[in-house]
């Protein structure tokens, strides 16, 4: 049985926490980074089913990391839900321009994102699994 691999890229643990809690309560395996160059590092070395991105990040913001995945063949195509406190009319546009699937304003529903993970890359094996 695999489970499909959800990238957390949050500075604040607290933040971290609460997404690691809802996905692995949904059967997703999750990797966590809590600043730019560690989410470009981990993201290549793990490639992820999708990322889950913060803009505002030390060490590169998540406009860096976005950029990063759009020259990199190999994370090109992993869909990445922007979630952010910052200004939605500004970042939604430049973060969608970069590769962003969705933009999600902080603080986020957790139903609505479940939603937007599914209709990206589905249920994980196990969650579908169990159903049946």
Request: charged share 25%; glycine share 6%; hydrophobic share 50%.
């Amino acid at each position: 049985m695999s489970y499909k691999k959800i990238l957390i890229v949050e500075d604040d643990a607290d933040v971290r926490l609460g997404y690691l809690i809802l996905l692995k309560a949904h059967h997703y395996d999750v990797l966590l980074a809590a600043d730019g160059m560690s989410a470009v590092s981990e993201a290549v070395k793990n490639r992820p089913d999708l990322v889950i991105l913060d803009l505002g990040l030390p060490a590169g913001d998540g406009f860096v990391v976005l950029d990063r995945f759009r020259v990199n063949l190999n994370l090109a195509l992993v869909p990445v839900i922007v979630v952010s406190g910052r200004d939605l009319a500004v970042n939604k546009e430049r973060a969608l321009k970069l590769g962003a699937k969705y933009f999600l304003q902080k603080p986020w529903n957790d139903t609505e994102l479940l939603g937007i993970i599914s209709q990206l890359i589905g249920k994980s094996d196990a969650s579908v699994s169990e159903t049946r």
